[in-house]
């Protein structure tokens, strides 16, 4: 069997041949009538017109006998049979198409449509064009590429021997396109904020450090858009979303990346409760857009996103799977529970990061079917609004499901002096080693000093697209960042 470096070499000449025959291999210009799935769906009035049809494609299979050549083409439409015979376009056009042909070259072919003794919708070729010589073979439609690896690192591979790999990202912009859809429809305003940040804020991540060459200053990677899609509260839109890129300098697993896209916005003039209700409809409807059904499998478990979503109280799971009071625990007591528990600690700085390592490790997982977790302490959200009923809450919900959050919001903290004291704890542990901690933005809380109304907002990212695949989210990304070879 030929070595892969052997068929390119044999591949480059076959492309030096038709230049030879003055044949560009990569031509500007190229003509369609149809695609191949017009001709398909309209095939019978297409063969009965008897017209001449210039169609494209790269080709698929091609097999000779004689003086005949069947080839399939696919132009991303629908795949279709191609017929050349040697007494009907000549023999140097039949030669030059025997000699510099192969699997994934893109064509274009002009003729004239019917149907094979077997049924097999066929066009005539009268004239074909080489679009686009393929200097390497393509894998194997049927075996395709098995390595997760090489599938990730040459996704455009993937793509184009793997029907379902490319229905994947199809259904992916369907997620993104009903999201948009939706909040458009609800009234938002879809805006645009810096990725570039002197100050990184609006979420518990480390941050990615880049430097500025104009204005010779460091800056920051986003971590979130929240704090500047806040301030647009403050300057009188009441309703406004973004959809772009977040960058959080984390560990890798099969909920987290580095960079991925996610969707935050801001209502003025609601809380919590409210935005909850939105969000169960949101989701409802990108899910059913998404999948075409309110149902789909995750691992052994059918989840109905149409059926009621429970309200779970942070408190209650908290102490029914852990049998510790957040409302007295100390922090010393969460320590020693993580610590006999197996947990890890060395990376969590304070009472709030405690208590969300534990909560992740023993809590969520038991949490199975869509639902609102609701009211966690004050020490792991700094920038939710307080809980009327108890000071030491805040006014937060997570969209939960299979053990996972897939989503967060929360009525937000409008109260400037209060939000520049809990800055200044995040400050404090972040000085003590939190690196995830935030940082004090001062601008932001002169933004609310201004004003700013009673506003509820939410986000979720990718990982919820990545849930309802049932797959890793580095997998439902088409290019995901991965080390040098």
Same mark, same amino acid.
């Given at each position: 069997?030929?070595?892969?470096?052997?068929?390119?070499?044999?591949?480059?000449?076959?492309?030096?041949?038709?230049?030879?025959?003055?044949?560009?291999?990569?031509?500007?210009?190229?003509?369609?009538?149809?695609?191949?799935?017009?001709?398909?769906?309209?095939?019978?009035?297409?063969?009965?017109?008897?017209?001449?049809?210039?169609?494209?494609?790269?080709?698929?299979?091609?097999?000779?006998?004689?003086?005949?050549?069947?080839?399939?083409?696919?132009?991303?439409?629908?795949?279709?049979?191609?017929?050349?015979?040697? @007494?009907?376009?000549?023999?140097?056009?039949?030669?030059?198409?025997?000699? *510099?042909?192969?699997?994934?070259?893109?064509?274009?072919?002009?003729?004239?449509?019917?149907?094979?003794?077997?049924?097999?919708?066929?066009?005539?070729?009268?004239?074909?064009?080489?679009?686009?010589?393929?200097?390497?073979?393509?894998?194997?439609?049927?075996?395709?590429?098995?390595?997760?690896?090489?599938?990730?690192?040459?996704?455009?591979?993937?793509?184009?021997?793997?029907? &379902?790999?490319?229905?994947?990202?199809?259904?992916?912009?369907?997620?993104?396109?009903? *999201?948009?859809?939706?909040?458009?429809?609800?009234?938002?305003? +879809?805006?645009? *904020?810096?990725?570039?940040?002197?100050?990184?804020?609006?979420? $518990?991540?480390?941050?990615?450090?880049?430097?500025?060459?104009?204005?010779?200053?460091?800056? #920051?990677?986003?971590?979130?858009?929240?704090?500047?899609?806040?301030?647009?509260?403050?300057?009188?839109?009441?309703?406004?979303?973004?959809?772009?890129?977040?960058?959080?300098?984390?560990?890798? @697993?099969?909920?987290?990346?580095? $960079?991925?896209?996610?969707?935050?916005? #801001?209502?003025?003039?609601?809380?919590?409760?409210?935005?909850?209700?939105?969000?169960?409809?949101?989701?409802?409807?990108?899910?059913?857009?998404?999948?075409?059904?309110?149902?789909?499998?995750?691992? /052994?478990?059918?989840? @109905?996103?149409?059926?009621?979503?429970?309200?779970?109280? #942070?408190?209650?799971?908290?102490?029914?799977?852990?049998?510790?009071?957040?409302?007295?625990?100390?922090?010393?007591?969460?320590? &020693?529970?993580? /610590?006999?528990?197996?947990?890890?600690?060395?990376?969590?700085?304070?009472?709030?990061?405690?208590?969300?390592?534990?909560?992740?490790?023993?809590?969520? %997982?038991?949490?199975?079917?869509?639902?609102?977790?609701?009211?966690? %302490?004050?020490?792991?959200?700094?920038?939710?609004?307080?809980?009327?009923?108890?000071?030491?809450? !805040?006014?937060?919900?997570?969209? !939960?499901?299979?053990?996972?959050?897939?989503?967060?919001?929360?009525?937000?903290?409008?109260?400037?002096? @209060?939000?520049?004291?809990?800055?200044?704890?995040?400050?404090?542990?972040? +000085?003590?080693?939190?690196?995830?901690?935030?940082?004090?933005?001062?601008?932001?809380?002169?933004?609310?000093?201004?004003?700013?109304? %009673?506003?509820?907002?939410?986000?979720?990212?990718?990982?919820?697209? &990545?849930?309802?695949?049932?797959?890793?989210?580095?997998?439902?990304?088409?290019?995901?960042?991965?080390?040098?070879?």
């Amino acid at each position: 069997m030929a070595s892969l470096g052997e068929l390119r070499d044999e591949r480059i000449k076959k492309s030096a041949l038709l230049k030879e025959k003055g044949v560009s291999p990569y031509p500007a210009t190229v003509r369609r009538d149809k695609t191949v799935g017009e001709v398909i769906a309209n095939f019978s009035s297409l063969e009965a017109e008897g017209k001449e049809l210039f169609l494209l494609g790269r080709v698929r299979t091609c097999r000779s006998q004689g003086g005949l050549s069947f080839f399939n083409f696919d132009d991303g439409t629908g795949v279709f049979q191609g017929l050349i015979k040697k @007494d009907e376009i000549g023999e140097e056009s039949f030669s030059l198409f025997s000699e *510099t042909v192969d699997g994934g070259d893109f064509l274009g072919v002009a003729g004239t449509l019917f149907l094979t003794k077997r049924g097999e919708k066929t066009i005539a070729v009268r004239e074909w064009k080489m679009l686009a010589k393929a200097l390497r073979p393509l894998p194997d439609k049927r075996e395709g590429l098995h390595d997760t690896e090489e599938r990730l690192r040459r996704r455009y591979l993937d793509t184009t021997t793997d029907e &379902a790999t490319k229905n994947l990202f199809v259904r992916k912009s369907r997620f993104w396109q009903a *999201t948009r859809e939706f909040l458009l429809r609800e009234g938002g305003l +879809e805006v645009e *904020t810096p990725v570039l940040e002197l100050i990184p804020g609006g979420a $518990d991540a480390e941050p990615f450090k880049t430097h500025h060459n104009a204005l010779d200053v460091d800056l #920051y990677l986003r971590i979130s858009p929240e704090l500047h899609l806040k301030r647009l509260i403050v300057g009188g839109y009441n309703k406004v979303f973004e959809i772009g890129r977040i960058f959080r300098n984390e560990g890798m @697993d099969r909920e987290h990346l580095q $960079d991925y896209t996610q969707m935050e916005m #801001y209502w003025a003039y609601i809380g919590y409760e409210e935005m909850m209700s939105l969000v169960e409809r949101l989701v409802r409807h990108v899910v059913t857009k998404t999948l075409g059904s309110s149902t789909h499998q995750f691992h /052994d478990t059918t989840i @109905d996103w149409a059926a009621p979503w429970a309200r779970i109280d #942070y408190y209650e799971v908290f102490s029914k799977h852990t049998n510790l009071d957040l409302a007295t625990v100390t922090e010393a007591e969460l320590k &020693a529970y993580a /610590d006999k528990e197996g947990i890890d600690t060395g990376a969590h700085i304070g009472r709030g990061r405690l208590m969300d390592v534990i909560f992740k490790k023993k809590v969520r %997982p038991h949490l199975v079917m869509p639902g609102f977790l609701v009211l966690p %302490p004050v020490d792991i959200e700094p920038l939710a609004k307080r809980w009327a009923k108890d000071q030491n809450r !805040v006014e937060r919900f997570q969209i !939960v499901a299979c053990g996972s959050e897939l989503g967060k919001g929360f009525s937000e903290l409008n109260d400037p002096i @209060d939000q520049r004291a809990r800055f200044m704890e995040q400050a404090r542990l972040r +000085e003590a080693g939190d690196k995830e901690a935030q940082m004090m933005d001062e601008d932001f809380v002169e933004a609310l000093e201004y004003g700013m109304p %009673p506003t509820a907002g939410f986000a979720y990212s990718e990982r919820l697209f &990545a849930f309802l695949m049932n797959m890793p989210v580095r997998e439902t990304v088409f290019s995901p960042l991965m080390k040098p070879r």
